[in-house]
């Protein structure tokens, strides 16, 4: 290790980060993957049926107690579906405009995969700042990227070329500028106490002053009811309503490139996940091991913590899916102009007000 | 040697004219829609170019509010639009005659502010911070800011009052 500290300072910020980029991207991509079995697992037990309890590579069954119990468990079900996308047939119909149709499914999936790149997911391990990049506009910075993941969904909708992806992808990007102001404005109030962008500022000052769930709830009541509208998930799952527009914007796509939403899907839920865990829920602190790290078996507890919050996150994100009906479109409309925006607006002022009357 | 924030200029700077010209004289496609998004690609690109200026602030805020949200109603627009009739539309000299017009109020400020700006003091990077910013906006620009805060309020009634079909 003492190898690296002769380095060069500029090929030490590459090597740094070339790792931290591996590491989070990998992680993420894990993540995904294992969400879905979750997904399927939670889906099951609510619905009581077992859940996918039978796919495994041939050797398992030799393994004693431990193979049946993990196959059981679906352990080896990701594999299979990820081996199942790309084995499928990519089928192109012929009336969609081949450009679009290619990039739309990469559009989807690129911004929530760069919103992971401000996200501080755990202290330091010796003197690295566990974030890849340390931006002093991080939030702006994220609403920005996921502000740009509208266009996956509306090229998709618009490259298919057909009715059902086009109504899918008018109704989400009405439904994504709408929440995104809701989610936009949620989040000032935190920035007023904060008094800096920058996230890991956000963590050191929950740190220091408790949890902003505690003092903000109505933001994150916010912030939550429109990630689940941001990620286009239920009850707010309007853009694809299988039931109506039988996929919405993914209706025409198959094979890996209906897998790439999927996967921009899961990867907007996890990115989304870890931004409430660092905005509300004091991001890779717990009381009492809330200061940076300074072995490598801490800094490694610090991103276990954050794992576990984001994990809780991923949890209700699918557990709500399977306990609420779809809302009606004009009811989403409704909640997020008539109702969210003028709470999120008198939360702001209430906020500045007794931010102006406490300090200085 | 040059620099790398160099090279990261021109490659910016040459991203920003390509996919401007692309946006506005695409010769392979006639599509609005490819228009749109070339002009969305314009955007991020220019978003770069601030970047390299060290105003993160700025960068963001052009990316969040033009790439990600004007940009997204252009398109919902054209989208809902019949377009074959501008896909064929030829153009007249008219419409060319005013946007030469346009071009070259544009391009006369444009070298009017080259040639009336001093450069940065070597070794001093102006740093885009959020504070200094919101400071200036409400102290020295009180005046333009909340006017133009007026002007979008009016555009914003404007707009109702014209989508709403018949009035109560």
Known sequence: MD????????????????????????????AVAYAVLVERKISAW????????????????????????????????PMADGLKFILKEDFTPSYVRTIYFWIAP?????PALLTMAVIPFGSQIGGEKMVIADLNVGILYTFGIVSLGVYGIVLAGYASNSKYPFLGSIRSSAQMISYELAMGMSVVPIFMLVGDLNLSSVIG?????????????????????????????????????????????????????????????????????????????????????????SSLLGGLLHILIFGAKMGVFMVIFIWVRWMLPRFRYDQLMDLGWRRFIPLALANILVTALVVAFTNK | MPQLTDLL?????????????????????????????????????????????????????????YAGAVMVLFLFVI???????????????????????????????????????????????????TKPLGVALFTQYLLP???????LLVAMVGVILLSKKELK
């Open chain 1, 3 to 30: 190898a690296i500290k002769y380095l060069d300072p500029s090929v030490q910020f590459i090597l740094f980060s070339v790792l931290k980029i591996v590491f989070v991207f990998g992680v993420t991509m894990t």
């Open chain 2, 145 to 151: 800011f909340e006017i133009l805060s007026i002007l």
């Open chain 1, 46 to 77: 609510i619905q009581d049926r077992p859940g996918p309890n039978r796919t495994a590579p041939f050797f398992v069954q030799f393994i004693p107690v431990l193979g049946p119990w993990l196959t059981r468990l679906g352990i080896f079900q």
């Open chain 1, 205 to 293: 000052y929950q740190a220091d002053h408790g949890w902003n769930i505690l003092k903000q709830p109505v933001s994150f009541i916010i912030f939550l009811i429109a990630a689940f509208a941001e990620t286009n998930r239920l009850p707010f799952d309007l853009p694809e309503s299988e039931t109506e527009l039988v996929g919405g914007y993914h209706t025409e796509y198959s094979s890996m490139k209906f897998a790439l939403f999927f996967l921009g899907e899961y990867a907007a839920m996890i990115a989304a996940s870890a931004m409430m865990v660092t905005l509300f829920l004091g991001g890779w602190t717990l009381p009492g091991l809330s200061d940076p790290a």
């Open chain 2, 79 to 129: 989208m809902l639009l019949d377009l074959k009739e501008e896909e064929r539309r030829k153009l007249r000299k008219f419409t060319v005659g005013l946007g030469a017009v346009a071009v070259a109020a544009i391009a006369g400020i444009l070298i009017k502010a080259t040639l009336s700006a001093v450069p940065l003091a070597a070794g001093k990077v102006v740093e885009g911070n």
């Open chain 1, 106 to 110: 990469a559009i989807a999936c690129v």
């Open chain 2, 9 to 65: 200029f021109y490659g910016f700077a040459a991203l920003t004219l390509l996919f401007g010209f692309l946006c506005v004289a695409n010769p392979l496609s006639r599509n609005p829609v490819t228009s749109a998004m070339f002009l969305v690609l314009t955007i991020i690109s220019m978003a770069g170019l601030f970047i390299l200026l060290h105003a993160f602030f700025l960068a963001a805020v052009q990316v969040l509010v």
